[in-house]
């Protein structure tokens, strides 16, 4: 286990530093997704036929942007420093790590710090909404999906100079995203463009997915899973190009 | 004594702008071997290019024998570098920072703690294990990033401008940290703009301006080929005026046709090889 065990080296800077600040990390990640469970769920919910259906349907979708919410904005700010602030991102080529080990490395915070908040997210909604199904499989979408979206947190770490590119970004990509992809309300009923848009970004298909693994009602696409497989095998090739060739 | 390292008309490029222009060098081991020269003469791309971070266009670049295009894994384990922009992680402890270092250079388990408490305790680090990187003076921080660089024992240390911007005291503290690290074995590569940095530190010295190598060689041999006396005075317009001569009767007979003219015989220092090949001898 070669490659698991470097990247466990790789992480290690990142994972004490979560662990020197863990209430920082907690209010980071978790502040978000429980505010809007409470505006959308109570809030927007409140106001509809049958409040308890929204709340349960809006409990995968808040844990798959969570994937997102703590995730991206961290990973990518991080790298963007340890790459022009601290120089510290240079010293992990000149260690004997595989350029994978690199990568992954790079995504462990993100994954730990979605991993720890879905976690409490899950027990929330599951007192809030006892029907909601919880197997061991949610564990591994979450995995995959915040490994996804690190991937991409990693990426524009590496290609933007600019913390205001990157705020830029978030502003105009990720928080829209947000908030349209299925996550809060069914995108199908969006105007045509805009819901094929949709259909092409990567938390569409968590929150399909979350939706298909916690509520029985719902089925688990397999366009889903092909198109999130697909969206990380290209995101890692990406980052083990940029690299491999001294693009960052 | 063998060529630890071999660099042979290294060109490196940003788009149209050629930083080294074909330069060829060797440190070899044991030594302290410095790159002298002005901002912008290529100094840290050259050593970056050696550590393989750099890509390079053409030339070859040789670390213990390993080639660093088809061999740089094996290359890169000679290696401990100290970057000019220091590379620790700055919200980490400088012992979280060795510890990491250590780690990622895969030096036992069993081994870590104490390799890490050792190699502070020497370079008297110990007090300051557990700041924050980000609170430490300009001074500590440079030696904290030359303990993070050497804590997998490499065979060849590059010190990027280690003592730029440092107060006297600081840099002496370092001028002594270099000179202990090579005595107990580490061949080091260094560069400066500072000539009595070179001069106090470098078995030899390259003086690099313009992406170019202009001279190299002992800090001795560098004076003897210029001359080694030196005759300061002025010229007609009043600007400083320097001639060199292989020894003091030349320097003396010289001084004689100056006339009336202020003059000083003295030894030639590397400062006045660096103005003399750096084109430059009226002086900064
Ligand atoms: N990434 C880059 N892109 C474009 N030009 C660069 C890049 N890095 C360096 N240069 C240019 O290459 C030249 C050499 O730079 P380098 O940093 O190697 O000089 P240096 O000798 O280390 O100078 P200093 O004493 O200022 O550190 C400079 O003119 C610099 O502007
Ligand atoms: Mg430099």
Redesign the pocket.
Known sequence: MGILDETFRVAWGDLVYMKGNMIEVLLSSLVGPLLYLLAFGFGVGGNMEDPAAYVKYIIPGIIALTTLSATFSTVSMKILVQRLFYMSFDELLLCPIHISAIILGKLVQGVARALISCTILLVVGWLLSPQVVISPWIFVLIIVASMMFSLLGLLAGMLTNKTQTLTLFSSIVIIPMTFLCGTLFDSSTLPDGISFIIYCLPLTHVSNLMRGLMLPEYSIGLDSIVIVAIYVAVLFSICYYMIKNNKC | MDNIVEVRDLVVR??D?T??NGISFDVREGEIFGFL??????????IRTITTIQKYDSGSISIGGHNIRTDYLEARKLIGIAQ?NISLDKDLTVRQNLKHHAILHKIPRKDIDRVVEETAHILELDDYMDHKVMNLSGGWKRKASIICAIIHQPKILLL??PT?GLDTRSRYMLWDLVRMLNARGTTIFL?T?YIEEAEALCNRVAI?DH?KIVTKGTVDELRDSIGRITVDTTSDDGKRRMEYFPDIATAKEFAHTLGDRLYNIRRTTLEDVFLEVTGDKEGA
């Open positions: 940003f788009g702008f930083a080294v020269g002005p901002n912008g003469a290529g100094k840290t791309t050259s000019q990027d401008e730029a560069t703009h690099i992406g």
